[in-house]
């Protein structure tokens, strides 16, 4: 038991230390392959997520979660200009249960969202990618690699995500 | 094997080092989550400290990917468990392992995995950490996708169970299951570009465990099976899901030899601006699980979702929250989202976004006529969707935000319970209906690119329990890192006087990027946690919490 104690530490160490990604750093991590499904029903295998070598952003949510849905709202308000600069492309991971699975949709529609959704209704994708908790953002350069994440949202984080999804575009 | 594992997983992100200068898909994600808590007594607000005064639960998610290989482990650790979690954690070990590969077609995993079928009335294993729930299954599972459009999974397996000085206790059933999965659209290229979307479903599944019962003949082998269906035309769309359980005695069922039902139904419309959706659910008799003998929230196979809004305010949250009854209920729920245009004289520049919440649940009739309990103890006759006007819970709410201007934001909320008190007992110091009134106004200021303050008032109001309550709270966050709040829950209309007691909690915390730390210190009363319409208490705590949270 004790050597289980002593490993447990060493590993938690060894693993915060070597992989907390400081941001801008390729660290050649890219999305798991998880099947999960969007809106409509149709299968997604989420390594396959592309946008022609432009950034993508990787958004978990719940219907919920007041920082997420405000998160979501903030960027909205800047979307079209960013995609315009950047060709960034936001997918909204919704981790929303069989409860609120189907709110997801009045959701987005109400709210006016013009992002990708999909649905992880049992956090597969969400454990495949470490998330603890919702809000956490992801931001992938054009070949797929995750050089930046975020958890949680405060008004001005958005500026963050904005600045390193800039960094990478082309 | 323990040994094994463990450097292995030493081992592996070592692995991956080398392995990502010449293979482009080596991975190690993961997360760790430590919440360390120091208590102290308080009297007042019936608070206890244990022996030990310090708890802790921690927890080491690694994932390792090459290529379609997959593996992944997790350790925890409960030294002892934190204040008001499931006392049967304790001890340190692995609680979760798994091998995985992922052809093209074909995946199949070995060791512990989640999975769901359908809308997981049948059949779901899954987490949730803050609750003490995990249903892990631990066994062998494949998903195979013969075409495009077509995906079959089976799963085969025991359920996690306890957590016992670092040791997964699994359940004493065998839980086998098989599902099908189509997408016509998918399936058919003719039909792929049709308005009419459609995709069908079914599952069966199994579960084992020997039985030894004096006075009754046990059925070992317990069948589930049903089917679903989802249609979408334009903006519409419907769903639904149906199950049949065969006769399954049990602690929860008082051991009667009914079969059981499950029926949700899903119906919505939805465009820009508009959101409606209406949802019915029917359940009967449905408590699904891996152990007869057990109650309480665990070994369940399948997952019965409440039908009401989840909310997250505080005293809308905690007081009095519905939770689903397995052995039966029939519920109803709307919703209807609206944002009201913006640059109009009622939406304002940026729009108004308006939702409404009802759901209604009441007991189902259990007809009893013409029944023979002694000779084949068939209790009662429960139809689909035949409910009672016995209210098990009702929920109005109604939510308003708007955006004022760039650095302003506020929304209003009001909600209405009347909640049975008899079915989910929530307070021993009331009985039956609970009826009460909340209101919530939550303001946000932007003071400048990185500086946001944020604040909630909040009331309950109700003649019964413990009466009135306020509660208030300032949040100041400083982007990307630091955080502060400030919250005080005051039950001024208790009427014992010596009981309107403030309960004052202050926190804060530093994130950076995804890690982040935070301390709580104060009183934080006793109330119920729920998620998902799955709930626990939580006992009054007095001292400090320390969380940390990272992702790698």
New interface residues.
């Given amino acids: 038991?004790k050597k289980?104690?002593i490993?447990?530490i060493?590993?938690?160490l060894?693993?915060?230390l070597?992989?907390?990604?400081?941001?801008g750093i390729d660290?050649?991590?890219?999305m798991?392959?998880v099947?999960i499904k969007d809106m409509?029903?149709?299968?997604i295998n989420t390594a396959e997520v592309s946008n022609d070598g432009n950034p993508i952003v990787i958004s978990f949510w719940a219907?919920?979660?007041?920082p997420c849905r405000l998160e979501l709202n903030t960027i909205m308000?800047d979307y079209d200009d960013l995609v315009e600069e950047t060709g960034v492309k936001l997918v909204a991971v919704s981790i929303d249960?069989?409860?609120?699975k189907?709110?997801v949709?009045?959701?987005v529609?109400?709210?006016?969202w013009d992002y990708d959704i999909w649905l992880d209704?049992?956090?597969?994708l969400k454990?495949?990618?470490?998330?603890?908790?919702v809000p956490?953002t992801f931001l992938l350069n054009g070949e797929g690699s995750i050089v930046?994440?975020?958890?949680?949202f405060?008004?001005?984080?958005e500026?963050?995500l904005y600045d390193e999804i800039r960094k990478i575009s082309k | 094997m323990k040994k094994l594992l463990s450097s292995l997983v030493l081992f592996l992100p070592f692995c991956s080092i080398a392995q990502n200068q010449i293979f482009d898909r080596a991975n190690v994600t993961g997360n760790m989550e430590t919440t360390i808590q120091y208590l102290n007594d308080d009297s007042t607000i019936g608070a206890f400290a244990p022996e030990q005064k310090a708890v802790m639960n921690s927890y080491l998610n690694v994932n390792y990917s090459l290529g379609k290989f997959r593996t992944g482990v997790r350790f925890e650790s409960y030294l002892p468990s934190i204040a008001g979690y499931p006392a049967f954690y304790s001890g340190t070990g692995i609680g979760y392992r798994f091998a995985e590969y992922s052809g093209e077609k074909i995946q199949v995993t070995m060791g512990n995995f989640f999975e769901q079928f359908g809308s997981g009335l049948i059949f779901r294993s899954y987490e949730e950490r803050a609750l003490g729930l995990d249903n892990a299954m631990d066994g062998a599972r494949i998903r195979f996708s013969p075409i495009k459009g077509m995906q079959l999974k089976g799963v085969y397996g025991r359920q996690r169970f306890n957590f016992d000085d670092g040791k997964v206790i699994l359940s004493e059933g065998v839980v086998r299951g098989f599902d099908g999965d189509v997408n016509l659209n998918d399936l058919i290229p003719s039909f792929s570009d049709s308005k009419l979307k459609v995709s069908l479903g079914g599952s069966f599944v199994s579960k084992y465990e020997s039985a030894n019962n004096d006075t009754l003949i046990i059925p070992k082998n317990v069948g589930s099976y049903g089917g679903r269906l989802s249609l979408r035309y334009s903006k519409f769309y419907i769903n639904g899901e149906y199950i049949h359980k065969e006769n399954d005695p049990s602690a929860q069922n008082n051991y009667i030899y009914n079969s059981g039902h499950g029926i949700l139904i899903n119906m919505g419309y939805s465009k820009k601006g508009l959101g409606i959706l209406l949802s019915a659910k029917s359940i009967d008799n449905l408590s699904y699980r891996s152990q007869r003998d057990v109650i309480g929230n665990q070994l369940f196979i399948n997952y019965l979702p409440a039908l009401s809004n989840q909310h997250t305010y505080n005293l809308a949250g905690t007081l009095y929250p519905y939770a689903s009854q397995p052995n039966g209920e029939v519920a109803y729920q709307l919703d209807f989202l609206y944002k009201i245009p913006k640059k109009t004289k009622i939406g304002g520049k940026y729009g108004t976004d308006l939702h409404l919440n009802v759901s209604v649940v009441t007991a189902p009739v259990q007809h009893t006529s013409n029944m023979n309990f002694n000779v084949d103890r068939i209790a009662y006759e429960g139809r689909p969707f035949d409910g009672s006007d016995s209210l098990y819970n009702f929920d109005l709410n109604f939510h308003v935000s708007r955006k004022f201007n760039k650095k302003f934001k506020a929304s209003a909320h009001y909600f209405h319970f009347v909640f049975n008190n008899e079915v989910n007992t929530v307070t021993k110091k009331a009985s039956g209906y609970i009826t009460s009134d909340i209101g919530v106004i939550d303001m946000q200021y932007k003071i400048n690119r990185k500086h946001a303050l944020r604040m909630e008032i909040q009331g309950l109001f109700t003649k019964q329990d413990r009466g009135n309550w306020a509660t208030a709270l300032l949040e100041y966050t400083i982007s990307p890192g630091w955080f502060v709040a400030v919250m005080d829950q005051w039950n001024y209309g208790n009427s014992t006087v010596k009981d309107r007691l403030h309960y004052l909690l202050g926190s804060f915390g530093y994130t950076h990027n995804s890690s982040r730390f935070m301390f709580t210190f104060g009183k934080q009363r006793e109330g119920i946690f729920c998620i998902g319409g799955v709930c626990r208490p939580v006992p009054a705590t007095n001292g400090l919490t320390f969380t940390f949270t990272t992702t790698f």
Avoid: I, Y
């Fill in positions: 038991m289980l104690s490993l447990l060493a590993a938690g060894f693993a915060t070597s992989f907390v990604n400081d941001g660290t050649g991590k890219k798991p392959t099947m409509e029903g149709h299968d219907t919920w979660c007041k308000d249960d069989e409860r609120n189907h709110k949709e009045p959701t529609n109400a709210a006016g209704p049992n956090g597969d454990r495949a990618l470490g998330v603890n908790n956490q930046w994440t975020h958890s949680g405060s008004p001005g984080d500026e963050e």
